[in-house]
């Protein structure tokens, strides 16, 4: 066990607004970290600028000890960091299977006249990205679905869709913006216990999510911002029971 990500006085502004202000917390490997916090506390700005999506004014984020300053977000997934949105992003008029292959486009090593031809080297390369996909589904509960067209399935399993496809890379760390949102307390539930199972295979998670439920009952330990500050951090335990975070998120 050691640190995965270090966050060293990250600040960053829009115009005149500082959305983040000097953050600074580190995850350790193979844990569940929550970032949790009111609208407009900063939680989305903070995993855009971790996954590269937005540049950070200062500071430093540190992934494996490395730093990750200029790097853009296809160089950071390749780093073995991968992310989810907020917003169901699924190729409707593909398989749920396509959909999630679309998570290793960027590993292909052969080429398109490879594939064209049906080379083997390019034959095996497909079988070992179907073999990584149909496991991906397998964790979240869809590998019996694999075939259906994405748009046909519900909501939430749409979601798991997309959890999967950022799992088909392996990464060494997942950051997942609000998973849970627009699901039932049973799809929660569920949410809940893939990634757990995420943990024990080894994954590191970086959780932003409103259900504190959820929150409270996976994750490892919590980070709570506040106007683009982080106001406390610690176990779910002692997050409620912490004053500021009564008065600032639960508006106590």
Known sequence: ?????????????????????????????????????????????????????LKEDQGHILFEGHSLKGLSPWQR?????ARTFQHIQVFADLTVLENVLCGLHRQRKTSF???FLRLPAAVAE????????????ALVGLKEKASWEAETLPYGEQKKVVLAR???SNPRLLL????????????????????????????TLLLVEHDLNLVMNICDRVVVLNQGEVI???????IQKNNRV????LGK
């Open 1 to 53: 066990m050691g640190e995965i990500l270090k966050l060293q006085t990250v600040s960053k502004s829009f115009g005149g607004v500082k959305a983040l202000r000097g953050v600074s917390f580190s995850l350790e490997d193979g844990e569940i970290l929550g970032l949790i916090g009111p609208n407009g506390a900063g939680k989305t700005t903070l995993i855009n600028v971790i996954s590269g999506l």
């Open 77 to 81: 997934a390749a780093l073995g960091l």
């Open 113 to 115: 006249w490879a594939h």
């Open 126 to 137: 497909e079988k070992d990205f179907e073999s990584r996909a149909y496991q991906a589904l």
């Open 166 to 168: 950022s799992l088909v």
């Open 176 to 203: 997942l913006d609000e998973p849970a949102g627009g699901l039932n307390e049973r799809e929660t539930e569920e949410l809940g216990q893939i990634l757990l199972k995420l943990k024990t295979k080894g994954m």
């Open 232 to 238: 406390a951090m610690g176990s779910p335990l002692e």
């Open 246 to 249: 009564l008065e600032a998120y």
